[in-house]
T-cell receptor, first 110, second 114 residues
Framework: DQQVKQNSPSLSVQEGRISILNCDYTNSMFDYFLWYKKYPAEGPTFLISISSIKDKNEDGRFTVFLNKSAKHLSLHIVPSQPGDSAVYFCAASNFNKFYFGSGTKLNVKP | DSGVTQTPKHLITATGQRVTLRCSPRSGDLSVYWYQQSLDQGLQFLIQYYNGEERAKGNILERFSAQQFPDLHSELNLSSLELGDSALYFC?????????????FGNGTRLTVT
């Protein structure tokens, strides 16, 4: 039962442009949504989160948007940099029980 | 550096064997989570402990067990290993004092069963 889905396994973007990573979920009871970045041979690193009562949260180049009616969230990276190339996981939590998507591999080309 | 330490980094063992993976959480974190990642798939939740007590269970096989000790470090025991158990095993910790406390992951233990 996949409660969090990332339907795009990979995404390629030119340096300086916007990267948009998408995530869909099924459980309307999720209270927080998070994005993680993972480099090879490392564990996932927390990037940004958003509460279910908000629709946008921004931190520097990273912005997360939440559309509760569509059960959809997205991560925008502007401008994209080669160092952003990594696998991005979205996660949703319900009382601190976390569910992860399968990840999207972002490649930012110089 | 997340502050979460996992040992060993790599483990190669044969089918039928038993192994123990160890995790030391970040200082001050009471919750420890274990996840399995197979073949570039997503992170599958196995089990969570909070301050020594099991709090939540995910898709953890009966051959697998875990515990959290009084010093808050945790161990994941995998027994009667099968080829399909080969995966990356991640431990994560969280302060877990408020909703949305993010997880902080270790660098994982790569288990190879031959």
């Amino acid at each position: 039962d996949q409660q969090v889905k990332q339907n795009s396994p990979s995404l390629s973007v030119q340096e300086g442009r916007i990267s948009i990573l998408n995530c869909d979920y099924t459980n309307s009871m999720f209270d927080y949504f998070l994005w993680y970045k993972k480099y090879p041979a490392e564990g996932p690193t927390f990037l940004i989160s958003i509460s279910s009562i908000k629709d946008k949260n921004e931190d520097g180049r990273f912005t997360v948007f939440l559309n509760k009616s569509a059960k959809h969230l997205s991560l925008h990276i502007v401008p994209s940099q080669p160092g952003d190339s990594a696998v991005y996981f979205c996660a949703a939590s319900n009382f601190n029980k976390f569910y992860f998507g399968s990840g999207t591999k972002l490649n930012v080309k110089p | 550096d997340s502050g979460v330490t996992q040992t060993p980094k790599h483990l190669i063992t044969a089918t039928g064997q038993r192994v123990t993976l160890r995790c030391s959480p970040r200082s001050g974190d009471l919750s420890v989570y274990w996840y399995q990642q197979s073949l570039d798939q997503g992170l599958q939740f196995l089990i969570q402990y909070y301050n020594g007590e099991e709090r939540a269970k995910g898709n953890i096989l009966e051959r697998f067990s875990a515990q959290q000790f009084p010093d808050l470090h945790s161990e994941l025991n995998l027994s009667s290993l099968e080829l399909g158990d080969s995966a990356l095993y991640f431990c994560a910790s969280s302060v877990d004092r408020f909703l949305g406390s993010p997880l902080h992951f270790g660098n994982g233990t790569r288990l190879t069963v031959t």
